[in-house]
């Protein structure tokens, strides 16, 4: 639904425009009586617009809140006052322009116009066919039919029913709309679902969804469905079962006050999966704010809004079923002592931290700031309820004031404890640490213990018994005792240094210049994994020393160093030409494949980048770093962690807002650097004057637009190849989609990449991809979310 058109000869695409601009001058201006488009007619301004027969629906172009010349193109029920949105067409794509335009087409393309570009809105459909129609239904449902006889599915009104809007829902769940899976005996299941608004006045897709999902995840039984509402990807209410009658954790019909029900039905056979309901009085409707809440909207009852089965999502509290709801699951309480509640209030705060990220919505901010117990406070960044801002502890004054920004500040700690209680405290704390100390004395000598001498470390579990032990004095020699003129660089837990062995070989040694738990930690993960890894696109591990204090592992040299220093360099990109990063994007599936298929020990790297792929002779890539990698059983497929690992710009949406990672979480790192080789372009320092849009977002826009080409690094044009750019892209996009379902396996991407007959799904939205450069306006006392300036952040969990 979201593609771009493209008219195949330059002089055919002059005419039609110029044809298509005498239907909209002549022949659309239409009054607001008609409730069709026939092929020629269409809407200019937001004066024209489609009405339904029973006057309760119009197809017309809305403003944006707060512009001029920015609309969308919405079906709105008027009955209500003011006028209630209940679809958009394009949701993140405003048409920028003072007049716009909507065009049925001869050939029966529905053209929607942004300045001289056409958008077209029913793309998806198989065949275009001449002559269709686009009618507003009288339940709101935009249709667009052909004549009799044509192609399509037969429907009401005449001729054969050819696209419908209800196939293509945004925020609104209508009477008669279909929510589910189709297509499941396909390749491609198509999967039918509400997504929230990012804010109330910006309607781009947002954190929440609601959607047909698994009761259990083992039983592909047809009746095993249940309506599911999430928070990007993870469920916080659930329907429960449906007996034919009404859902097993919400007790029963959907109910208005008086005598008026809402009727739901569910269908399933091996094909497909849906559920949908009905009412007898016109605009009602079921819809998913941006804030998370299920609301039944009756348009019949002037200022009423009901309750469907609903959770707070900000007070972590069950609205449930007109208060008896019990399909509410909690979230995870934070680190900050039961400070996990803000209260809403208005006011100003004189020095915000932010975060220029448009595709987060408030609910975003509240789990951000939740999770930092510096937090006090957050609020919307940008005027449309879009974006980050963050009051930290001792870094802000803030001012009540009736008419002041809207704020959320974070309910403070309980009142102080009684004399008694903290007598009571004051006595037990000590016994429980002489208690917790003599608990802990044996572990804390076997500590010690390997601190000094490393002495415990037994290779014939851990490591590998043939690995070459290096004493500190040949290593000295090889590095000239550590100078700076051998220094490469600072890694995860040290310096590197170049070396050469007494037989000529050179090598590179990272060094842990310091003793700390998580520079051990790390240092032994690396130790652990690596020397049961061997892969010709993985960095190749030569030895060990662990004498004294010094803890030294010795890799292979690689001359090339790393990605990143050739991609982002003005005079060293230009050595890679497009079959070279054809290469290296294959290079790096197949090292991260072994690691998450093939090699001996399951392991997710969690910290994938340009920095941490080495380059050979050749130029081969060799994935290095492993220092915060974690080991998976053969059964796991993924596991939460308190404490974020990685970088940030590579790291997934569900792994940097919940602390869930697995392949997944590597596939969208991988995606991030597939499009970073392609376009020669850092996703964290990527800027465009006229788009706010991170690298991501940037790769969205030209794939939707049909401009691909000028993604690519302008050093390669010479050999370019658009066919395997193009695919290329495609993959990139595809790893980088928001939920880790939706995202390929390592395996499937490596068929992608080497047989180009193998059919490629269509990309949704990336994640994250309207993230403005922070630079200096980055979360700079939040070590434990990401890291902004490159600086990998552990939490070391290798088992």
């Not at 392609?678 to 826009?701: C, E, M, Q, V």
Request: net charge neutral; proline share 4%; charged share 20%.
């Amino acid at each position: 639904m979201s593609s771009m058109i493209r008219l195949h000869n330059p002089a055919d695409a002059i005419l039609s425009c110029f044809i298509l601009l005498l239907h909209v001058l002549i022949l659309s201006n239409l009054s607001g009586a008609q409730d069709t488009l026939a092929a020629g007619d269409g809407l200019v301004g937001s004066d024209s617009f489609l009405e339904s027969s029973n006057k309760l629906f119009r197809l017309k172009f809305i403003p944006r809140p707060g512009t001029s010349q920015s609309w969308y193109l919405a079906v709105e029920c008027v009955f209500m006052h003011p006028a209630y949105i209940i679809w958009v067409a394009f949701p993140n794509v405003s048409v920028t322009t003072v007049q716009p335009r909507l065009i049925m087409v001869q050939d029966g393309q529905l053209l929607l116009w942004l300045d001289n570009n056409p958008l077209v809105v029913n793309s998806d459909q198989p065949t275009m066919v001449e002559n269709t129609t686009a009618t507003i239904n009288d339940d709101g449902n935009l249709v667009l039919r052909s004549p009799a006889g044509a192609g399509g599915v037969s429907g009401s009104g005449g001729g054969t029913l050819l696209w419908q809007s209800f196939d293509h829902p945004s925020n609104t769940w209508s009477p008669g709309m279909k929510l589910g899976l189709f297509g499941l005996k396909t390749r491609q299941t198509r999967r039918r679902l509400l997504t929230s608004w990012i804010s109330e006045d910006n309607p781009s897709p947002g954190t929440f969804t609601l959607e047909l999902d698994l009761l259990d995840p083992n039983n592909n039984t047809d009746n095993n469905y249940q309506l599911v509402a999430k928070r990007r990807g993870v469920p916080y209410w659930r329907s429960g079962e449906w007996n034919g009658k009404n859902f097993s954790l919400i007790g029963g019909q959907l109910r208005l006050p008086g005598e008026f029900d809402v009727h739901l039905s569910y269908f399933s056979n091996e094909n497909e999966a849906y559920f949908s309901w009905n009412f007898t009085h016109n605009c009602t409707v079921i819809q998913l704010e941006s804030n998370g809440v299920i609301h039944l909207v009756p348009m019949n009852y002037s200022g009423f809004w009901g309750y469907a089965a609903v959770c707070d999502i900000n007070e972590d509290e069950e609205l449930g079923f007109y208060g008896n709801g019990t399909g509410c699951i909690k979230s995870e309480p934070s680190r900050c002592g039961g400070r996990d509640k803000f209260n809403k209030t208005s006011g100003t705060i004189d020095k915000w931290e932010s975060m220029s990220n448009s595709s987060l919505g408030l609910a975003d901010c509240r789990v951000i700031c939740r999770n930092r117990c510096s937090c006090d406070a957050y609020a919307s960044r940008f005027s449309d309820g879009t974006g980050c801002r963050f009051a930290i502890s001792g870094k802000y004054k803030y001012t009540f004031a009736d008419k002041g920004d809207t704020i959320y500040l974070r309910v403070e700690r309980a009142p102080r404890m009684s004399w008694k209680w903290k007598l009571v405290i004051g006595l037990a704390v000590p016994l429980l640490m002489a208690l917790i100390l003599i608990c802990l004395f044996p572990h804390l000598k076997r500590r010690i213990h390997r601190i000094r001498g490393f002495k415990n470390l037994e290779l014939s579990k851990k490591g590998d018994d043939e690995l070459p032990y290096f004493s500190l004095s040949s290593i000295r020699v090889a590095t000239d005792d550590f100078s700076d003129a051998n220094k490469l660089g600072q890694g995860g837990f040290g310096p590197v240094y170049k070396g050469k062995l007494f037989n000529g070989q050179e090598i590179a040694v990272k060094r842990l210049s310091r003793i700390s738990g998580h520079g051990l930690d790390q240092f032994e993960n690396e130790f652990i994994l690596i020397s049961k890894l061997q892969h010709r696109n993985l960095v190749r591990l030569l030895g060990y020393c662990n004498q004294g204090e010094e803890r030294l592992l010795v890799y292979e040299y690689l001359p090339n160093k790393s990605l990143d220093l050739f991609l982002f360099d003005p005079t060293k990109r230009d050595l890679l030409d497009w079959k070279t990063r054809v290469n290296i994007i294959e290079g790096i599936a197949q090292g991260i494949l072994y690691l998450h298929k093939y090699s001996r020990l399951k392991i997710i790297h969690r910290d994938l980048k340009t920095s941490n792929v080495l380059l050979d002779n050749e130029i081969n890539p060799k994935i290095s770093d492993f220092g915060t990698a974690r080991i998976f059983q053969d059964h796991d497929t993924r596991a939460n962690t308190k404490t974020i690992v990685g970088t940030y710009g590579y790291m997934s949406p569900e792994y940097a807002m919940d602390g869930v990672f697995s392949e997944k979480s590597d596939v969208f790192s991988f995606g991030v650097m597939v499009l970073e080789i392609i376009s020669g372009k850092k996703n964290t320092s990527f800027y465009h004057p006229d788009r706010a849009l991170n690298l991501l977002g940037y790769a969205w826009d030209l794939w939707i637009e049909g401009r691909v080409s000028d993604f690519a690094d302008p050093s390669i044009a010479e050999t370019f190849d658009m066919s395997s750019g193009l695919r290329s892209v495609h993959i990139g996009l595809l790893c980088v989609q928001e939920n880790a379902a939706d995202r390929p396996a390592m395996q499937e991407v490596i068929s992608m990449l080497i047989s180009e007959s193998t059919s490629l799904p269509a990309p949704k939205q990336p994640a994250f991809s309207a993230i403005v450069s922070l630079h200096n306006e980055h979360l700079s006392e939040n070590p434990q979310l990401c890291s902004i300036n490159e600086v990998t952040i552990s939490d070391v969990q290798g088992r």
